[in-house]
Nanobody
């Protein structure tokens, strides 16, 4: 199993980025997928998730700025991030196949390597 995240980078506040994650998980279309993020010294935190049934969930801090989506035919997931803020600066991780609560990092079985997002003020 491999998850390859990409699309991070440096952007000014108010700008946009689109993260992508390619997953070589055979059961991808039947699995929930999610994005988490982490900053130094802090726990990995939930950003957004989408179930096999396309039902989505977002962290409160997203405030309508991010959109999670998936393409089962390509085994890919995406996170469109708009109106970025400096506090969104973090390493963003994709995750596939949960065995517990969607917002709990411990519930996810497979993780990508992370992609750095830096938002300048």
């Amino acid at each position: 199993v491999q998850l390859q995240a990409s699309g991070g980078g440096l952007v000014q506040a108010g700008g946009s980025l689109r993260l992508s994650c390619a997953a070589s998980v055979r059961t991808f279309r039947y699995d929930s997928v999610a994005w988490f993020r982490q900053t130094p010294g802090k726990d990995r935190e939930f950003v957004a998730g989408i179930g096999w049934d396309t039902v989505t969930d977002y962290a409160d801090f997203v405030e309508g700025r991010f959109t999670i989506s998936r393409d089962n035919a390509k085994s890919r997931m995406y996170l469109q991030m708009d109106s970025l803020k400096p506090e969104d600066t973090a390493i963003y991780y994709c995750a596939v196949k949960r065995v517990g609560q969607m917002r709990a990092a411990s519930a996810w079985q497979y993780w990508g390597q992370g992609t750095q997002v830096t938002v300048s003020s």
